[in-house]
């Protein structure tokens, strides 16, 4: 068995990643979602855009409200806490 080089240990994670997201846009899981400024919602992760930059969340629920679905920056994201059921 020979070893991975680095850049073989690099796509194995980023396909790894990229399954990860998949399962969740499948699933949809419901999370809580902790934000910036001790803010927390939750809804069902519904999957991120390609860049990593945004989000998708359907039925938020918020302090203020839900909403059917919304879109969350994840610079705002500090952890998602993913609900086992």
Same mark, same amino acid.
């Given at each position: 068995?020979?070893?991975?080089? /680095?850049? /073989?240990?690099?796509? /194995?994670?980023?396909?790894?990643?990229?399954?990860?997201?998949?399962?969740?846009?499948?699933?949809?899981?419901?999370?809580?979602?902790?934000?910036?400024? &001790?803010?927390?919602?939750?809804?069902?992760?519904?999957?991120?855009?390609?860049?990593?930059?945004?989000? &998708?969340?359907?039925?938020?629920?918020?302090?203020?409200?839900?909403? &059917? /679905?919304?879109?969350?920056?994840?610079?705002?994201?500090?952890?998602?806490?993913? &609900?086992?059921?």
């Amino acid at each position: 068995m020979t070893p991975q080089t /680095e850049a /073989e240990l690099r796509a /194995e994670l980023r396909q790894d990643y990229l399954k990860f997201w998949l399962q969740i846009a499948a699933k949809k899981p419901q999370a809580t979602i902790h934000c910036y400024k &001790n803010t927390t919602v939750a809804g069902a992760l519904a999957g991120i855009d390609a860049t990593q930059t945004y989000c &998708n969340v359907n039925s938020l629920q918020t302090p203020i409200g839900v909403y &059917n /679905e919304a879109t969350l920056r994840v610079s705002d994201i500090q952890q998602i806490v993913l &609900n086992r059921s």
